[in-house]
């Protein structure tokens, strides 16, 4: 009955709202756009075509994503000199990320950029573009962008007017990085990401599904833990929305949030909601059915600190969303939580696990204790007639853990410097040896995250003998590793600073038998240029 009366609420308020909005918004923000372009850009850029049709040079030979076309603004701002009011500026950001965006299927390899989940060793990317681009930032910034070639061949022009130096830098002295990049890097890059697909042909002219409703969301709060709640998004304007969330964090504490969201480009879901006092951003994708979204969360004044997030839109179908944890240990019991929707009727957690118990239950979230007998496998977890494809993993042992991220840097900072420190935070992911016994070989079976306890060693022997471990930072409990203070230390050789290398180690508890991981920790100087640039 709740359930029906909110997505009542939700469709009523929504669409006196369209309704308001509707007096000619979706033309007017184009029409709006078009002509704060004029009035701010046409000091440099020229305009051509005709009116209703106009080409902007430098402009609109480009498509972007979002965060791409607000990175080219504000470098407009700080270099350039355009004056334009945030108000415009988000107006004109949101026009061509619409009129001038990637496909859900081209931004999909680098969806970790828009995430801002930077802590990793980008894989897969052309050695070419590896060497000549990919050493100052990462291959994703390109992979992200579609441009003529004539705008890729630009783009190389602007490098090398605005850095110089860039011909002096390793990786580009020994060789005549410039003719390189314009003659041949440009050219290979227009080939791989051309202004003109059939991806981004389809999107434009595909119907775009509504994401207003009522929205299943699951997510991970470093420190916090893992959580599912309800998210209603209610429309407040063009590709706009106010958005409430309520649920629990696995231990049954609440979580509760409200915000806001706009959508770009028709499935890239930027959302901004406050939890427990807390700023966050959220990065989703939505599918082209607009009934998922997958993304990240994190802290708006430190994007390194968040989780996976994925939201189940409300159907008023049974659904089985997902089961915390999900695994189970053969011969050993266990509280599972299965969160979905419209749940009903018998839970079936598959051959050889039987429900002892049923904890709590709800529509929406059923707490059971389990017992898996001795059989191992890959369960589907099913209430019902519930839709499902959520997995139950009954395992023996856990044969390897994987820390991630695999490869993270933070950076000293505080102790009375303009810098914060960058913290990172950590998870452990729990693996079978599958159908071979081995691990760490193709088939192993991701069991999924797990509790783990955390420490730290030093990564070599020049660390060790450094006591790296000593100086350069602490990780709690919860998997957060805490880079030491910035500026000289006195109790360092030669009052070094607090910088190191580290592994951070998880140890899991499999049964009494502990398995551990590593991940490697380099800890670094304060990110000068980076955050003077904000
Ligand atoms: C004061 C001059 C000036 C103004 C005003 C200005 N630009 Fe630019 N713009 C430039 C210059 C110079 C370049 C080439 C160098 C570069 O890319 O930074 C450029 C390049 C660009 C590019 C190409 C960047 C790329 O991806 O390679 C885009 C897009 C752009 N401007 C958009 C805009 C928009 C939109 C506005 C107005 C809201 C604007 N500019 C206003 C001077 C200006
Ligand atoms: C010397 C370091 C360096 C190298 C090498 C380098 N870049 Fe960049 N690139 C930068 C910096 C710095 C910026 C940010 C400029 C700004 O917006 O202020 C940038 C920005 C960009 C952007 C975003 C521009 C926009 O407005 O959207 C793209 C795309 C890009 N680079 C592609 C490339 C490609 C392709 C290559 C190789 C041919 C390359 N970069 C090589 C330093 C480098």
Request: include cysteine; proline fraction near 6%.
């Given at each position: 009955m709740a359930l029906n009366n909110n997505r009542t609420k939700g469709a009523l308020l929504g669409a006196s709202i369209l309704a308001l909005a509707g007096l000619g918004s979706l033309p007017a923000l184009a029409a709006d756009a078009q002509e704060i372009i004029r009035d701010r850009c046409l000091a440099c850029h020229t305009e051509s075509g005709d009116a209703d049709n106009p080409s902007f040079s430098r402009i609109s030979d480009l498509r972007k994503t979002p965060e791409g076309w607000q990175m080219t603004l504000n470098r407009m701002q700080h270099l350039r000199d355009l004056e334009i009011s945030t108000e415009e500026k988000r107006t004109v950001i949101k026009y061509l990320s619409d009129h001038q965006g990637l496909a859900p299927e081209e931004s999909a390899p680098f969806r970790y950029l828009l995430e801002q989940d930077t802590n990793r060793v980008e894989v897969g990317i052309d050695e070419n573009v590896m060497q000549?681009?990919?050493?100052?930032?990462?291959?994703a910034r390109i992979g992200l962008q579609r441009r003529t070639e004539d705008e890729w061949q630009t783009l190389v022009d602007f490098h090398m007017a605005q850095f110089p130096g860039i011909e002096l830098h390793a990786g580009s002295r020994d060789r005549p990085w410039y003719h390189l990049a314009h003659d041949e890097t440009a050219v290979k890059l227009a080939e791989m990401y051309?202004?003109?697909?059939p991806e981004w042909n389809d999107w434009k002219k595909a119907d775009k599904a509504s994401l207003m409703g009522r929205w299943r969301v699951l997510g991970y709060i470093p420190a916090k833990g893992e959580f599912s709640a309800w998210m209603t998004a209610a429309k407040t304007g063009e590709d706009r929305y106010s958005l409430e969330l309520e649920g629990n964090y696995a231990d049954g504490a609440v979580i509760e949030g409200k915000g806001n969201a706009t959508v770009f480009t028709g499935y890239e879901w930027r959302g901004t909601i406050t939890i427990d006092s807390v700023k966050m951003r959220q990065v989703m994708a939505a599918d082209k059915n607009g009934q998922m979204m997958d993304g990240r969360m994190f802290l708006a004044?430190?994007?390194?600190i968040g989780g996976e997030l994925r939201a189940v839109k409300d159907t008023g179908d049974a659904q089985v969303v997902a089961v915390m944890p999900t695994y189970l240990k053969a011969g050993e019991s266990a509280e599972l939580v299965i969160v979905g929707q419209n749940l009903d009727g018998d839970i079936d957690l598959g051959?050889?696990?039987?429900?002892?118990?049923?904890?709590a239950r709800s529509k929406d979230r059923i707490v059971v204790a389990a017992t898996a007998a001795g059989d191992t496998g890959v369960n589907t977890v099913k209430v019902g007639s519930a839709d499902s494809d959520v997995a139950l993993n009954v395992y023996e042992q856990v044969a390897r853990v994987d820390v991630t991220p695999v490869n993270a840097i933070s950076r000293i900072g505080g102790n009375g410097g303009e810098m914060e420190k960058i913290r990172a935070t950590y998870r452990a992911i729990g693996y079978s040896a599958g159908a071979?016994?081995?691990?760490?070989?193709?088939?192993?079976?991701?069991l999924g995250y797990m509790p783990a306890s955390w420490s730290i060693e030093p990564a070599d022997e020049i660390a060790e003998h450094d006591k790296d471990h000593l100086y350069a930072g602490e990780i709690t409990p919860a998997g957060m590793f805490i880079p030491g203070d910035a500026g000289p230390n006195p109790e360092r050789k030669m009052s070094a600073n607090n910088v190191g290398r580290l592994n951070v180690v998880a140890t899991v508890d499999d049964g009494g038998n502990a398995v551990e991981g590593r991940g490697s920790m380099l800890v670094s100087v304060p990110d000068f240029v980076e955050r003077v640039l904000d």
């Open positions: 000549m681009c990919a050493r100052c930032h990462s291959a051309p202004l003109v697909t004044a430190e994007d390194e051959d050889g696990v039987s429900v002892d118990k049923i904890i071979d016994g081995e691990p760490g070989t193709e088939d192993d079976v991701r």
